[in-house]
């Protein structure tokens, strides 16, 4: 039932060439098959066309498709630095077979952009403990020194109290008191980035969080570029190694001086830049809790080069997918991985190291296989095989357990450029740990580790192939259904982590892969009998409509109760909607209540009579 492909064909042909969507009839079938027969687990190489975004090879981009990324192994040579000058690539470089650059040298070479460099941003305030698993994850690059060069020489700051610009573009006067604080700006806007920076000093900020008008950034490097060829009577960008055409494509942005000034009205305070998902995020937190702090630390690619899985393979393809969904799904080893290969006489095996997602994705595939088992073998529930609790998984619970326990990576990839947090175009939703994904008490586990869960539940809303009920499984029947889960948590130690996956239908070849039905995950902390705050979708953001994942992580949750709700915003297809929840952490399930109302912590006694 879990069926591992290491082929594929590059999107990019379809996207740079002829305009059209990469979800092709490869793509549609394996959507198809997957909605059929809801326990196949289609896994692909996500291929190896990196680090641009917008590589991703297909069938991969399927929506039921676990597409599988490449890491580092121990065994791989070391990181670059993000600002190694010998990671520019000229023309002469350019014309090598597999020639790769790495991002900010390759600006700083091709346009004498200055003053580059990798930042982690961490956040702090009233409810730092609860963001611990975003803190630092979250990177940015640095301003030109056209824009700002601070006296400090570097854009590290110390923490500030966050607040989001009003107007946000700052192409006005602002109308909220940003003095002494840090300013979330966005790069949108009529004005130019000079005018914008030069209006938040004037108001009294300390320091500017860019933030990137787009989810993905083209970069046009003239020394890489190919040139062009002619096709029917058309003429074409010719296909680079990387980028393929001629834009590096990548969630991250240089804040610079666009406008006419060059450079003569350059500013004092840090100014960095960050990709929009994460920026949106930012001023969604800040909005929500208006004492939040940020701060912001120049990062040093040594400090991640060991262990050397924590960063990506620089071939590894990224996403998103034309429709803007995330691929890859999650990384594994793909690097230097020992292979099998026929001797030169054809009748002999030998060991090899080889790279690529195609090693990835069967390691990958392993894992998936042993976490079918913890399933079929009946450790779930007690972490321990037990006759009676077998059950076979829906293809979507497996996607659903893998997801929620997947780690942020916390370096780079091979050649020194930046990784944003998960969801991420590069490493999906993090680097697979089935230790960090199910509950197990066997002996050989560590489960005092950080991020072995003391309890996971499962709950899989497929009619077929299981012998026990897990908790309220019942499909998702028309528009506007719910389905909701009262969770008590009892520690604080671990995250509380909830991921939601379904398996869509397929959408008509000629689409561009979007959803047919769309389904919402909520999380609530129950603060009171009629008081309850939404955790996810953070503050004021709505409701994601583009990916049949989601993922809400909570860390150091106020003990008490808490409640996840799935709601079929739209079912458009014909048929039911089956969906898999995962949830992890020091929690339990409240059998029976699947209200908010009957979940709510009950009120407190009147007071006594006079």
Same mark, same amino acid.
């Given at each position: 039932r879990i069926h591992s492909d290491s082929w594929g064909s590059d999107s990019v042909y379809y996207r740079l060439y002829f305009g059209e969507s990469a979800y092709v009839a490869s793509s549609q079938e394996v959507d198809a098959y997957a909605t059929d027969y809801l326990d196949f687990l289609p896994m692909f190489a996500v291929g190896?066309?990196? #680090?641009?975004?917008?590589?991703?090879?297909? #069938?991969?981009? $399927?929506?039921n498709a676990l597409a599988i990324g490449a890491t580092l192994s121990p065994d791989s040579s070391a990181v670059y630095s993000f600002d190694d000058s010998g990671r520019y690539c000229d023309e002469s470089c350019a014309s090598q077979s597999g020639a790769r650059f790495s991002f900010l040298p390759q600006l700083t070479g091709e346009y004498g952009?200055?003053?580059?460099?990798?930042?982690?941003?961490?956040?702090?305030? #009233?409810?730092?403990?609860?963001? $611990?698993?975003?803190?630092?994850?979250?990177?940015?690059?640095?301003?030109?020194?056209?824009?700002?060069?601070?006296?400090?020489?570097?854009?590290a700051f110390a923490a500030a109290v966050a607040i989001a610009a009003d107007p946000y573009d700052a192409c006005s006067a602002l109308s909220n008191d940003v003095s002494g604080k840090?300013?979330?700006?966005?790069?949108?806007g009529s004005c130019y980035e000079a005018d914008k920076t030069r209006r938040v000093v004037a108001a009294g900020g300390v320091a500017i969080v860019m933030v990137s008008s787009s989810y993905t950034n083209y970069w046009y490097f003239p020394s890489y570029y190919k040139g062009t060829f002619e096709y029917e009577g058309e003429e074409y960008d010719s296909m680079g190694f990387a980028p393929n055409g001629a834009y590096y494509g990548t969630p991250f942005t240089v804040p610079a001086d666009d406008s006419e000034y060059y450079g003569e009205f350059s500013v004092s305070i840090p100014v960095l830049g960050i990709p929009l998902k994460d920026g949106q995020l930012l001023e969604a937190i800040v909005k929500d809790k208006p004492a939040t702090t940020l701060s912001a630390r120049l990062m040093d690619t040594t400090d991640t080069d060991s262990p050397r899985h924590e960063n990506m393979a620089v071939f590894s393809s990224g996403g998103p997918t034309f429709d803007g969904r995330v691929k890859p799904d999650l990384v594994a080893p793909g690097d230097f991985i020992d292979s099998a290969y026929l001797t030169d006489s054809g009748n002999m095996c030998a060991a090899v190291k080889m790279s690529g997602t195609s090693m990835a994705t069967p390691l990958a595939s392993g894992s998936m296989a042993l976490l079918r088992q913890y399933f079929t073998d009946g450790f779930y529930p007690t972490g321990t095989k037990t006759s009676g609790n077998e059950l076979t998984p829906s293809a979507a619970l497996l996607r659903a357990v893998a997801i929620n326990g997947a780690r942020s990576l916390k370096g780079f990839d091979q050649f020194g450029n930046p990784l944003d947090p998960p969801p991420s175009s590069r490493q999906g939703w993090g680097r697979l740990n089935l230790a960090s994904s199910v509950r197990l008490v066997d002996d050989g586990v560590n489960n005092a580790a950080a991020d072995t869960p003391s309890n996971m539940i499962a709950v899989d809303a497929w009619s077929g192939g299981k012998t026990t009920d897990l908790h309220h499984n019942t499909e998702l029947e028309a528009t506007g259904?719910?389905?909701?889960?009262?969770?008590?948590?009892?520690?604080?130690?671990?995250?509380?982590?909830?991921t939601l996956v379904y398996t869509d239908p397929e959408t008509d070849t000629a689409g561009d892969g979007s959803l047919v039905n769309n389904l919402d995950l909520y999380l609530y902390h129950l603060e009171t009998h009629d008081t309850e705050r939404q955790l996810y979708p953070v503050g004021n953001m709505a409701a994601q409509s583009v990916n049949n994942v989601e993922r809400a992580i909570w860390s150091a949750p106020t003990t008490g109760l808490y409640f996840a709700k799935v709601h079929a915003k739209s079912i458009a297809g014909s048929g039911n909607q089956s969906f898999a929840l995962a949830i992890t952490g020091q929690v339990t399930l409240q059998e029976g209540l699947h209200t908010i109302d009957s979940c709510s912590p009950s009120p407190p006694p009147p007071p006594p009579s006079p």
């Open positions: 190896n066309e990196g #680090p641009s975004d917008t590589t991703y090879g297909m #069938p991969a981009n $399927a929506k952009a200055e003053g580059l460099g990798v930042y982690a941003l961490d956040i702090g305030g #009233p409810e730092a403990a609860h963001w $611990a698993h975003l803190s630092g994850e979250i990177r940015a690059i640095s301003a030109d020194t056209w824009l700002s060069e601070p006296a400090s020489g570097d854009h840090v300013v979330i700006v966005t790069e949108e259904d719910e389905r909701g889960y009262c969770l008590d948590v009892y520690g604080s130690t671990e995250e509380l982590r909830v």
